[in-house]
């Protein structure tokens, strides 16, 4: 049975995107077999355990728990290159141009990565860049308000 089937009949209520993560690492395949079922069966009682949820990312610290959502489903290759483009050196104001970080990823012989894929990694990092700059505005604003009283 195909995963998407699978997840659609059985109330299962692992995201389609985790589970096909799973198929990517090797851990599951398409179409499943009874042993795939019988995994994705035992994660889906666990998936949405707090207890379990708690000890994990209580291993992170703050900003490997910032970071999580944006990077857990990227290679290795793809994680090195969003921060990268996240990281300004020194007194440079803007990140890298594609093509040098094409480069470099070949002299750190990483896995290569598409042009169009390196743009959607660096589009998140400025996201991330400027969600960073709002959250610092807020606190200043909060901090000169406590100031005023």
């Not at 096909?20 to 079922?37: E, F, I, M, N, W």
């Not at 990281?87 to 104001?93: M, V, Y």
């Amino acid at each position: 049975m195909e995963i998407r089937h699978y997840l659609k009949g059985n109330r299962l209520h692992i995201p389609q995107k985790v589970v096909y993560h799973y198929k990517r690492k090797g851990l599951v395949s398409d179409p499943l077999t009874a042993q795939d079922k019988t995994f994705l069966e035992n994660l889906n009682k666990v998936w949405h355990d707090r207890a379990t949820i708690g000890c994990m990312m209580a291993k992170l610290n703050e900003s490997e728990r910032a970071w999580l959502p944006h990077t857990w489903m990227l290679t290795h290759a793809e994680r090195w290159a969003l921060t990268r483009f996240y990281n300004t050196q020194g007194e440079k104001k803007y990140p890298p141009r594609i093509k040098t970080v094409m480069e470099e990823m070949a002299r750190h012989k990483l896995a290569p990565l598409t042009e169009e894929r390196l743009r959607e990694l660096q589009k998140t990092a400025r996201y991330l860049r400027k969600k960073e700059k709002r959250k610092q505005v807020a606190k200043q604003g909060i901090e000169l308000a406590k100031d005023d009283v």
